[in-house]
């Protein structure tokens, strides 16, 4: 029906051709990430294909997104009108959550065709079943994702172990507190300490040239090299534990890809150990800030989390029978692990049961494409080998929705891009993704729509605040506080105040 090679490079054509030149990288110094939401359609008779004759289906980019920032917790607003979390993933699926809820103003007001079709309970809707979504992101996502086993012949992504471990060989975890400032230091590869280890004489020249950062936010923060050739998908790693010493094809496994995301507080915490044994894997993390500490989860925890509620969140589910699934999710050419993406995204949720009608884990398809985004940051230094010029994170994100009316969505620093201090206030100064903006589009789906065909969990009593509505969403709400018992007991919350606004 599809391949991986073939959703990258839909996605990839879609960023060239579609998306203009504001809000990408400044070619040759900056590099950014890229997610996207696929729609994938087969026609209603080829519903069973034959080995000579495959199913022909219609793939099309619905959302989009760019970025590799977060904000830090100081600069978070009660007004809901900045965006927390600018990662590339996070941007994709608020643009895809504004899809959705023009698709459902599409089926509420007989306007036009819909992904919806009326469903079997009153007022309610659901997927028509000849579509499905894939989900894409240039890079496996940040925390958990992005533990990756390295094997012996493979570059290690950080110095070698720091004298304060030697003094302390136990390598006890000290719950949950900061990284020593060599070990920021060690995980920053544009950090002076790193480019001088990486210069010196005899150090291989790749390590330079291949030199490739998980995700950057507002702090900086990094990984490993880019693998060579040899894949190590197939190297086994245990649950709640490091990962394991060899693979399953004897090859000794000397040390891992690492993540800047911090384990939450309450967590175990990372042992900190050289080598493989330096991070715990299974545990849900937050996304570092430089100074300003971060409140936004790390993407391998947000997929998660859509891959039991589902992708369209609190509000659209007073619409919707069913929550709406990703059925799949491919990673672009990276470093990679086909076992560590399985336990970040599907494992820590395997055993949560007891979830409403409707709710589920579900058995995502994970593959790998073996096409590089070309503004991902290895493209971008492989360009430049010898520029003695910093490579930097593209400072802006871009949000695109299949939507009739202004489809794109620039920011920066949570803000349109170019937003002064002064204009913070003006409604022109909201990301049409924001929360903010967001409520505003359920509130307009809800006035060009009867109040007697409202859904019985917006009739009874009636909501006013962003709270109030998310609240009201039941089904939904249970299974999100099911999967807080059963798994992510530590996640982290945003306090009410930030979420009464009207």
């Not at 309970?121 to 496996?140: A, E, G």
């Not at 999710?329 to 395997?350: D, S």
């Not at 089904?475 to 105040?497: C, H, M, V």
Request: with cysteine; aromatic share 8%.
């Amino acid at each position: 029906m599809w391949t991986a090679d073939e959703i990258a490079q839909l996605c990839y054509d879609h960023y060239r051709i579609r998306l203009p030149k504001q809000g990408k990288p400044e070619p040759n110094r900056e590099w950014t990430l890229l997610a996207a939401v696929v729609k994938i359609q087969s026609p209603a008779d080829q519903a069973c294909g034959t080995p000579d004759k495959p199913v022909q289906v219609t793939k099309e980019v619905v959302s989009m997104g760019t970025g590799t920032k977060c904000i830090g917790q100081s600069k978070m607003r009660e007004k809901g009108d900045i965006l927390n979390d600018s990662h590339a993933e996070i941007i994709a699926r608020r643009s895809f959550q504004r899809y959705l809820l023009h698709q459902l103003q599409l089926a509420a007001t007989l306007k036009g065709d819909s992904i919806f079709v009326p469903g079997t309970q009153r007022r309610l809707w659901k997927l028509r079943p000849d579509l499905f979504f894939v989900f894409f992101s240039s890079h496996t996502p940040c925390g958990d994702a992005s533990i990756i086993p390295m094997l012996e012949f493979e570059d290690q992504p950080c110095p070698p172990a720091s004298r304060d471990w030697a003094n302390n060989p136990s390598g006890e975890a000290i719950g949950n507190q900061e990284a020593p400032e060599n070990k920021r230091k060690c995980e920053d590869l544009d950090s002076p300490v790193t480019k001088k280890m990486t210069l010196e004489p005899g150090t291989a020249a790749r390590e330079v040239a291949n030199g490739a950062a998980h995700y950057q936010s507002f702090d900086k923060w990094g990984g490993g090299p880019v693998p060579p050739g040899v894949s190590s998908s197939n190297l086994a790693v245990e649950g709640l534990a490091t990962v394991t010493r060899m693979a399953s094809n004897g090859a000794k496994v000397v040390d891992i890809y690492r993540t800047g995301a911090k384990c939450v507080p309450g967590e175990t915490g990372d042992l900190r150990k050289p080598g493989a044994a330096y991070h715990q894997v299974g545990l849900l993390r937050v996304k570092p800030g430089r100074g300003d500490k971060t409140c936004s989860m790390s993407c391998s925890d947000k997929v998660a989390r859509w891959n039991v509620l589902g992708c369209q969140g609190a509000l659209l589910m007073h619409f919707l029978e069913e929550p709406i699934y990703l059925s799949a999710v491919v990673i672009g050419k990276c470093p990679y692990n086909q076992e560590a993406m399985h336990r970040a995204l599907m494992g820590r949720c395997q055993n949560v049961s007891a979830l409403p009608k409707g709710f589920g884990v579900q058995e995502l398809k994970i593959q790998q494409s073996d096409l590089l985004f070309e503004q991902s940051r290895c493209a971008v230094q492989a360009k430049r080998a010898n520029s003695p010029d910093r490579l930097v994170p593209c400072g802006a994100a871009i949000s695109w929705s299949a939507v009739p009316e202004q489809p794109l969505d620039v920011t920066a620093n949570g803000f349109p891009q170019g937003t002064t201090k002064k204009g913070i206030r003006r409604l022109q100064a909201r990301s049409r993704i924001s929360k903010v903006e967001l409520f505003r589009s359920f509130q307009k789906l809800l006035s060009s729509i009867a109040e007697d065909r409202w859904p019985d969990s917006l009739r009874v009593k009636k909501p006013e605040t962003y709270q109030e509505y998310k609240e009201a969403a039941s089904s939904y709400q249970e299974a999100w506080s099911t999967l807080r018992k059963q798994a992510f007991g530590f996640w982290i919350r945003n306090p009410p105040d930030y979420h009464q606004f009207k």
